[in-house]
């Protein structure tokens, strides 16, 4: 059972620091979103979307004090991410005429053929025909593994001002959109330097190409304001915002668009799911949306945050595998030297009662730490200690072995 942000399993008390798949944004036990879901249930478990339009309306504009202000309009007729990116780049397409969708080195934009086209990792190609054939990807603003092999003080912002050159050269000239992590999640928490959400939007203005915004992981308050795009990537100006994972709270499959009312331009049958816009999906978001605003969610992510990265910090300077500290929010992360590192430490970790996620579906060398969005400083403290006593087994049962 879970309660907060523990979870108890198999005889054992743990931390959760993946907040389940990412999607426990508030934990296990958030009263108010399950009384609210159990309520719902005594009603009806489903209906058609014919039937819950003018609820998913009175939902959106619930959210409008979070929005960037030029958003204005909604697709609420998906429940996965990887949906609402396919649902993204529909419109991106049939709104200007054009085809092809551009993409970052090592993103993770879900699972679908379309989504998993888009996505920046060829493993997840290697074993099927997958074809997306408007899809480019370009290099990622990974300070710390520069495609360009330059340092941030000298690079002149290579990853963004070189999307000239690919649009000219490495597609058929009818860019549609650039679809873009604020936050590059499974690809191993990549963090873009100050100044390449500007950059990025000034170049995408010069071409003429749509920015989305896949807000799947970041949304929802993970990086301390409710998107990340009305926060600390608020120069990316997105054209529109998708969202899944934590807006549904306790795990409730929820997900949407958001957009510029002039990119509105789908029909129903364009894009929709069975279970889009269904009334447990609704309610969980709207009941998280007041959970987040009544419960001072976002202020509460910012407080705790200060001393989890400074305690990650601490960490690194005692243990010599850890490195490359980063995040923002409660999206945060570290290195160990290599992807058998991150996989053996995980299991260690979870020997001492907590629960971890490396990056790149074990492809990578990142271990991602996070907690739901409700943790208190004084449970902060506690992973703290577990990571550390875990970071110590593993020292000495792996490394010195």
Not at 381 to 391: I, K, N, T
Request: proline letters at 4%; a neutral charge; one cysteine or more.
């Amino acid at each position: 059972m879970g309660q907060g942000i523990y979870l108890h399993a198999q005889g054992t008390r743990y931390i959760d620091c993946a907040s389940g798949t990412f999607n426990l944004s508030l934990g296990y036990s958030a009263k108010e979103v399950i009384a609210a879901l159990h309520e719902q249930l005594d009603r009806c478990s489903h209906l058609s979307s014919d039937f819950t339009r003018s609820k998913s309306a009175d939902i959106f504009e619930s959210m409008r004090e979070f929005l960037p202000a030029h958003i204005k309009s909604f697709w609420f007729r998906d429940v996965t991410g990887s949906g609402a990116n396919e649902g993204a780049i529909r419109i991106a397409q049939k709104a200007t005429g054009k085809t092809d969708i551009f993409s970052l080195f090592l993103s993770h934009h879900g699972q679908t053929v379309g989504s998993t086209g888009v996505s920046g990792n060829a493993f997840r190609h290697r074993s099927f025909s997958l074809p997306f054939t408007n899809s480019v990807k370009i290099p990622a603003p990974d300070c710390a593994n520069c495609f360009y092999a330059q340092t941030p003080d000298r690079c002149g912002m290579l990853c963004a001002q070189r999307l000239e050159d690919f649009v000219e050269y490495a597609s058929s000239g009818r860019v549609a959109a650039l679809i873009v992590e604020p936050v590059l999640g499974n690809g191993g928490n990549i963090v873009p330097p100050d100044g390449w959400f500007a950059a990025v939007r000034e170049s995408c203005d010069k071409l003429g190409v749509l920015i989305i915004a896949d807000e799947v992981q970041t949304g929802f308050g993970r990086t301390g304001s409710f998107f990340a795009s009305t926060g600390f990537a608020a120069d990316l100006r997105p054209d529109l915002i998708t969202f899944a994972k934590g807006a549904g709270g306790v795990g409730i499959p929820v997900a949407g668009v958001l957009m510029r009312p002039d990119l509105d331009v789908l029909e129903p049958w364009e894009h929709s799911t069975t279970s889009g816009a269904n009334p447990l999906a609704l309610v969980a978001l709207e009941e998280t949306i007041r959970y987040i605003r009544n419960h001072d969610v976002l202020a509460n992510v910012v407080a705790v945050s200060t001393p989890l990265l400074r305690g990650l910090g601490d960490l690194s300077r005692r243990f010599r595998c850890m490195s490359n500290v980063r995040g923002v929010g409660l999206m945060q992360a570290f290195d160990l030297p290599t992807s058998l590192d991150v996989r053996t430490f995980i299991e260690v970790a979870k020997r001492h009662g907590l629960i971890l996620r490396g990056s790149r579906y074990g492809f990578g060398r990142t271990v991602k730490v996070r907690p739901p969005l409700i943790i208190t400083e004084d449970e902060v403290g506690e992973l703290l200690v577990r990571l550390s006593d875990a970071l110590r087994a593993y020292e000495k049962e792996i490394l010195q072995s």
